[in-house]
């Protein structure tokens, strides 16, 4: 097979025969569809490739090129004359800010400004044109020579499609791809208010009540808030990863990675590339990720992190380290196959992030690919979803993100040494390992609000890379015995160790010291029969651990269960 890996123009993939996953029945949909629509999808999920077909359907000629010819034999050439009476019908504008990004204004202004020039040179006939007039031409020639003024650049597009409309008498149709990238940049960069005034107007005057237009998509992996930036545009109709209408689209389905493997003569590896790259829940369609799919074929079916080493995930990292102890409980919670059920936030504002606020934080890495929703409820407040990470590849990257957090440069090989401490029940090396821990990962901010849910939730993030270890099983706050245990890790062979861990918190100025109250929770181990779980599968070789912390300060007592001896 010859995938297309890292190629987003259409007519290329088409002209140069590869291997694709035919996705041009979204067309009959956009033309069905509302003027102007708004789809938000995770990166590299088929995006701008689906834009740039859009394109070539509707438009006669690209870069002075026939698209003729370029549908024949997809599954779009079977609409019916309703739908194929629109190929080459219209002047296209298709616009992409995939690329824009800087670290100030006027950097990315300027990255704008070009990319609008571009546009504008797509179009230099319309100097010529005899439906214009002179003063419409000097407006085209000073975006064209980059004379124009912010103010004259935000009517620039709206411009251009009366222009067009004017020259031709058919209106336009718009392609904007990737129109939040340069407002993300701007929130990251710290000229997030410059960016969203620019756009406001940018988008607002094009977009709104435009008697020129035809129909307009655009795309992005966030649907920034109608407040922030589509102030007064009702017609937009956004559609993000909660909704069903173009679901299908977008990432593969399993009928189509059925039919890849097949050609790939993959079969055999269908269900390990099911549990690696499946599982993101868009509308009512469950999808591969199309970027791991292609690469993951394209290398034999190996399984490796091929979506999530695309870019460098240091926001994801930057978000998780500065997030409040109850985030980071119950994300840590995730890990541990649990699902966590949130508020997601669909009409996304950025300053939300500085607040720390949970449903904004939530929300972003929801959109952005690193969750998926396993069920959505409709409450006054938002839809309450049920977020669940997608597949081994993300729980990949969160192990390994939270041992670099927790190894704190220490490196990978001292992290996994600290693991198998714990799991060879070497307390001394493990509790020197814990202190250094405490000492120099843990903020006391981030013990102040709730310190008992982040102390769990520390112990679990401690031991994610054991979630889908073939060896052992993860258990938390699970009933067992009389009561309900705090943590357990199983041993899936009866000749390694069971761990279970009981956790307390002592308060500043309390008068028993940590030592009582570590060994108070591991005589509630025994009192409550808390090793009953592990005692009904037959594992004898356990120990119990109690944990008592006060702030950065930690006591542990353990013992080997007597049947072990």
């Given at each position: 097979?010859?995938?297309?890996?890292?190629?987003?123009?259409?007519?290329?993939?088409i002209?140069?025969?590869?291997?694709?996953?035919?996705?041009?029945?979204l067309?009959?949909?956009?033309i069905?569809?509302?003027?102007?629509?708004?789809?938000?999808?995770?990166?590299?999920?088929?995006?701008?490739?689906?834009?740039?077909?859009?394109?070539?359907?509707?438009?006669?000629?690209?870069?002075?090129?026939?698209?003729?010819?370029?549908?024949?034999?997809?599954?779009v050439?079977?609409?019916?004359?309703?739908?194929?009476?629109?190929?080459?019908?219209?002047?296209?504008?298709?616009?992409?800010?995939?690329?824009?990004?800087?670290s100030s204004f006027?950097?990315?202004?300027?990255?704008?400004y070009?990319?609008?020039?571009?546009?504008?040179?797509?179009?230099?006939?319309?100097?010529?044109?005899?439906?214009?007039?002179?003063?419409?031409?000097?407006?085209?020639i000073?975006?064209?020579?980059?004379?124009?003024?912010?103010?004259?650049?935000?009517?620039?597009l709206?411009?251009?499609?009366?222009?067009?409309?004017?020259?031709?008498?058919?209106?336009?149709?718009?392609?904007?791809?990737?129109?939040?990238?340069?407002?993300?940049?701007?929130?990251?960069g710290?000229?997030?208010?410059?960016?969203?005034?620019?756009?406001?107007?940018?988008?607002?005057?094009?977009?709104?009540?435009?008697?020129s237009?035809?129909?307009?998509?655009?795309?992005?992996?966030?649907?920034?808030?109608?407040?922030?930036?589509?102030?007064?545009?009702?017609?937009?109709?956004?559609?993000s990863?909660?909704?069903?209408?173009?679901?299908?689209?977008?990432?593969f389905?399993?009928?189509?990675?059925?039919?890849?493997?097949?050609?790939?003569?993959?079969?055999?590896?269908?269900?390990?590339?099911?549990?690696?790259?499946?599982?993101?829940?868009?509308g009512?369609?469950?999808?591969?990720?199309?970027?791991?799919?292609?690469?993951?074929?394209?290398?034999?079916?190996?399984?490796?992190?091929?979506?999530?080493?695309?870019?460098?995930?240091?926001?994801?990292?930057?978000?998780?380290?500065?997030?409040?102890?109850?985030?980071?409980?119950?994300f840590?919670?995730?890990?541990?196959?649990?699902?966590?059920?949130?508020?997601?936030?669909?009409?996304?504002?950025f300053?939300?992030l500085?607040?720390?606020?949970?449903?904004?934080?939530?929300?972003?890495?929801?959109?952005?690919?690193y969750?998926?929703?396993h069920?959505?409820?409709?409450?006054?407040?938002?839809?309450?979803?049920?977020?669940?990470?997608?597949?081994?590849?993300?729980?990949?990257?969160?192990?390994?993100?939270?041992?670099?957090?927790?190894a704190?440069?220490?490196?990978?090989?001292?992290?996994?040494k600290?693991?198998?401490?714990?799991?060879n029940?070497?307390m001394e090396?493990?509790?020197?390992?814990?202190?250094?821990?405490?000492?120099?990962?843990v903020?006391?901010?981030?013990?102040?609000?709730?310190?008992?849910?982040?102390?769990?939730?520390?112990?679990?993030?401690?031991?994610?890379?054991?979630?889908d270890?073939?060896?052992?099983?993860?258990?938390?706050?699970?009933?067992?015995?009389?009561?309900?245990?705090?943590?357990?890790?199983?041993?899936?062979?009866?000749?390694?160790?069971?761990?279970?861990?009981?956790?307390?918190?002592?308060?500043?100025?309390?008068?028993?010291?940590?030592?009582?109250s570590?060994?108070?929770?591991?005589?509630?181990?025994?009192?409550?029969?808390?090793?009953g779980?592990?005692?009904?599968?037959?594992?004898?070789?356990?120990?119990?651990?109690?944990?008592?912390?006060?702030?950065?300060r930690?006591?542990?007592?353990?013992?080997?269960?007597?049947?072990?001896?």
């Amino acid at each position: 097979m010859r995938l297309p890996i890292g190629y987003s123009d259409f007519k290329q993939v088409i002209d140069e025969k590869f291997d694709f996953v035919d996705k041009t029945l979204l067309i009959p949909e956009i033309i069905d569809g509302p003027q102007v629509v708004l789809i938000t999808r995770p990166r590299r999920f088929g995006k701008t490739l689906n834009m740039l077909m859009l394109r070539y359907f509707f438009a006669e000629t690209v870069r002075g090129q026939s698209t003729k010819g370029l549908f024949d034999n997809l599954k779009v050439m079977q609409s019916g004359e309703a739908v194929l009476k629109h190929q080459g019908q219209y002047p296209v504008i298709f616009l992409s800010f995939k690329d824009i990004k800087a670290s100030s204004f006027e950097e990315v202004y300027q990255k704008i400004y070009d990319t609008i020039t571009e546009m504008y040179g797509e179009f230099a006939y319309l100097q010529d044109s005899p439906s214009l007039s002179k003063q419409q031409k000097d407006f085209f020639i000073s975006v064209l020579e980059q004379e124009a003024s912010q103010a004259q650049l935000e009517r620039s597009l709206k411009v251009l499609t009366d222009y067009l409309f004017q020259h031709h008498g058919v209106k336009p149709i718009v392609l904007i791809d990737e129109y939040d990238t340069p407002i993300q940049s701007g929130f990251f960069g710290g000229y997030y208010n410059e960016a969203i005034g620019f756009f406001r107007g940018f988008f607002g005057v094009a977009l709104k009540d435009n008697l020129s237009l035809s129909k307009a998509v655009m795309t992005g992996i966030l649907r920034v808030s109608r407040e922030s930036l589509f102030s007064g545009l009702n017609n937009i109709s956004a559609h993000s990863i909660l909704h069903s209408k173009f679901s299908s689209f977008f990432g593969f389905t399993q009928d189509e990675i059925d039919q890849l493997l097949l050609r790939a003569d993959l079969q055999d590896k269908a269900s390990d590339i099911k549990h690696w790259y499946n599982g993101y829940q868009i509308g009512d369609s469950v999808l591969y990720n199309p970027w791991s799919i292609v690469n993951c074929i394209q290398n034999e079916g190996a399984l490796q992190p091929f979506w999530t080493n695309t870019s460098d995930n240091i926001l994801l990292k930057d978000l998780l380290r500065k997030s409040s102890a109850d985030f980071k409980a119950e994300f840590e919670t995730l890990l541990g196959g649990t699902p966590v059920e949130r508020v997601v936030d669909e009409n996304f504002v950025f300053p939300d992030l500085e607040g720390n606020r949970a449903s904004a934080l939530w929300s972003l890495i929801l959109m952005t690919g690193y969750l998926t929703v396993h069920g959505c409820e409709y409450t006054h407040n938002g839809p309450l979803c049920k977020l669940t990470i997608p597949n081994q590849e993300i729980r990949d990257l969160y192990q390994s993100t939270i041992e670099q957090w927790l190894a704190n440069g220490y490196g990978p090989e001292w992290y996994n040494k600290f693991i198998n401490h714990l799991l060879n029940g070497e307390m001394e090396d493990f509790t020197q390992g814990l202190r250094k821990i405490m000492d120099h990962t843990v903020s006391y901010h981030d013990i102040a609000s709730e310190p008992e849910p982040f102390y769990h939730g520390m112990m679990i993030g401690l031991t994610a890379s054991l979630a889908d270890h073939r060896d052992y099983e993860l258990r938390s706050n699970r009933e067992s015995g009389r009561g309900r245990y705090d943590y357990l890790i199983i041993a899936r062979d009866p000749a390694k160790l069971s761990i279970l861990l009981e956790f307390k918190q002592v308060k500043k100025g309390a008068s028993e010291t940590l030592e009582q109250s570590a060994q108070e929770a591991l005589t509630q181990i025994d009192t409550q029969g808390y090793v009953g779980e592990l005692k009904q599968r037959g594992l004898s070789k356990i120990l119990k651990l109690g944990i008592a912390f006060s702030g950065k300060r930690f006591g542990l007592v353990h013992e080997r269960d007597i049947s072990t001896t």
